[in-house]
């Protein structure tokens, strides 16, 4: 297979299936545990210190002081092609995928797979859907490592939406589960960001974060954060965390216990983690978070596993 890692803006990580490692932009993200034997950097601003956890002596650095346009580099089963000012073409095993910069370019549209930088390009919306035959978009917000309401935004059919920490194969043909997830489960995701304010920080393979924003119609008499408020933001949380683990299907039961006060919270955070991935049965258990880090909820959601 052909790995791709997404680790967040403009941040990911490549690996043939001659396990030969390579990192474009090694700046954000968290999953740094395999060493480089090549790393990519697209703009002057990518220089960054997460690369002397990855680097070591045989590491390969390639940046646009070292790779002229036009120029070609190989390592291995890799070959790097710098096409344009900030533009890349990368080729490992039988996939061609771009890096593209922010720069408006001109390809033949050939390319399997294309990482846009959706903020500040200037390549237009009806353009970057010609750019390969998936578009992988990039770059979706200034201060996090991903903004799925922007990607999904997007309006061309051939976008692959890739959250930090998801892994994909290249080599598949269809990505039938992250088709899925964009059809069934974001749809979701941008209606509990309209009724609660909610943001998903992060999802994947059985583990997600989300944060709340506590408006006014939220609170109750008491001065606290309505009780079936909480649930239901536990409840997307849970649900969300039990598709990324591969599931779908109905809840079968729940419990929620309210440990402290919400008095005074202006947001609240969600952390789910899958506990129990059965044949027929997820357990997944949730904790909520008040806006300085104490434990004020936590829950249990039991999922049968429609096939």
Do not use: W
Not at 73 to 89: G, S, V
Not at 114 to 133: F, M, N, Q, Y
Not at 149 to 165: G, H, M, T, Y
């Amino acid at each position: 297979m052909i790995e791709l890692l997404y680790l967040g803006d403009y941040s990911c990580r490549l690996t043939s299936k001659n396990n030969t490692v390579l990192y474009v932009n090694p700046e954000k993200g968290k999953d740094y545990s395999k060493q480089a034997d090549i790393i990519l950097q697209t703009t002057e601003a990518n220089k960054s210190l997460v690369q002397l956890h990855i680097t070591t002596n045989q590491t390969k650095i390639i940046n646009q002081d070292l790779l002229e346009i036009g120029k070609k580099f190989i390592y291995r089963d890799i070959q790097i092609e710098r096409i344009a000012e900030d533009t890349y073409r990368i080729e490992v095993d039988d996939k061609k995928i771009l890096i593209c910069g922010n720069q408006d370019i001109t390809v033949d549209g050939e390319d399997d797979y294309a990482l846009v930088p959706i903020l500040h390009t200037e390549i237009s919306d009806e353009k970057i859907g010609t750019l390969a035959r998936q578009i992988i978009p990039i770059h979706t917000s200034q201060e996090a490592l991903f903004d799925y309401r922007v990607a999904i935004a997007l309006q061309f059919d051939n976008k692959l939406i890739l959250e930090p920490a998801m892994k994909v194969d290249l080599q598949e043909e269809n990505h039938r589960n992250l088709k899925e997830l964009e059809t069934q489960l974001y749809p979701l995701l941008l209606d509990a960001a309209e009724k609660f304010h909610m943001t998903m920080i992060c999802m994947n393979d059985g583990v997600a974060m989300a944060q709340m924003i506590v408006t006014p119609k939220d609170i109750n008499p008491l001065g606290l954060v309505y009780g079936g408020i909480s649930y239901n933001f536990a409840d997307i949380v849970a649900g969300c965390t039990f598709y990324s683990a591969g599931g779908y299907g109905p809840t079968v039961s729940a419990n929620y216990d309210y440990l402290r006060s919400t008095a005074d919270t202006e947001s609240l955070v969600a952390i789910a983690k899958d506990i129990k991935r059965g044949k027929h049965i997820h357990f997944i258990e949730v904790e909520i978070y008040n806006d300085v880090a104490k434990l004020v909820a936590k829950g249990g959601f039991t999922y049968f596993v429609q096939n």
